[in-house]
């Protein structure tokens, strides 16, 4: 299973980095529109470029030293590119490993997301890349296992495609930040994405996909996070998030922030949909 999965994936990047660039934008485009991108933010933050650690809370303050060779691009989802930048008060030596995600939209390349894939870490004197978990999605490559595989069955990156997706979508209208009503206060409250709960499920009876998505307040402490549930149907052969709510909120317990449930599931047949993580080395 190992090897199908590293074949499936380094089949991808040959794709990727091959004819397949001629149907639609070349590496040259996204690099384009990526370098404009570094370039814009540092220019509105005294040159340095800003990006938020999602598990964290902490923002990171850095300068770019190169973008990887590799593009990498999934039909359907985008073009994805790792870049190495420094931290402004670090050495070139101490770097993060930042991805971004570049998706077509309207006949133009937009960048949909940058995260911090990975961290500088001193180990034995030196420093190394140290890899944030749970991988972005597009790190994800579904294996079917024990009688999983089902016709017509969606992969678990998929769906934590169409939830990012969603969330982007929303945020994009409200300063960055994804909203949702709290229908118990009647608060609209600001939120960050900061990770896809693994494993992502499948509800039996409806055929729905599933999954639980942690979010940070705007401005609030790293702790302090919101458990909201995700349910995402296929339609017309395209995922769709049909149905938000609110599964946990934070309370403020002993000195430290905990994830209150508002309300158990009960009385569901749910499977997990499984997958192999594989992390594609392109230096």
């Known amino acids: 299973m190992r090897m199908a999965t590293m074949g499936r994936w380094i089949l991808v990047a040959m794709v990727a980095s091959g004819l397949a660039w001629a149907q639609s934008f070349t590496r040259d485009d996204v690099l384009n529109v990526l370098e404009q991108h570094v370039r814009a933010v540092a220019q509105q933050n ?44 670090g050495t070139r030596d101490q770097l993060y490993d930042i991805d971004f995600w570049v998706k077509p939209e309207n006949g133009k390349l937009k960048v949909m997301e940058a995260r911090v894939h990975k961290v500088p870490h001193l180990l034995n004197g030196t420093w190394v890349q140290k890899s944030l978990k749970p991988l972005p999605w597009w790190w994800a490559i579904a294996g079917e296992h024990g009688g999983e595989a089902v016709s017509g069955e969606r992969r678990a990156w998929e769906i934590k495609a169409a939830i990012h997706t969603y969330v982007k979508k929303n945020a994009e209208k ?18 960050e994405l900061v990770r896809i709960h693994e494993p992502i499920r499948k ?81």
């Open 174 to 191: 409200n300063d960055g930040y994804f909203t949702i009503r709290d229908d118990q206060t009647n608060q609209v409250l600001m939120l």
């Open 46 to 89: 005294n040159g340095v470029y800003i990006v938020k650690d999602p598990e964290t809370g902490k923002v990171l303050r850095l300068k770019l030293v190169e973008f990887h060779r590799a593009v990498r691009r999934i039909e359907d989802y985008g073009y994805f590119v790792c870049a190495d930048f420094q931290p402004v008060d």
């Open 203 to 283: 509800l039996i009876r409806t055929g729905q996909y599933f999954a639980c998505v942690d979010f940070r307040e705007k401005d609030g402490p790293p702790q302090k996070l919101w458990d909201l549930d995700f349910w995402v149907e296929s339609r017309n052969g395209q995922l769709e998030v049909v149905q938000v709510k609110i599964h946990k909120e934070p309370r403020f317990v002993n000195g430290e922030w905990v994830k209150s449930p508002r309300y158990k599931w009960e009385g569901e047949q749910i499977k997990d949909i499984s997958y192999e993580i594989y992390e594609y080395d392109d230096t």
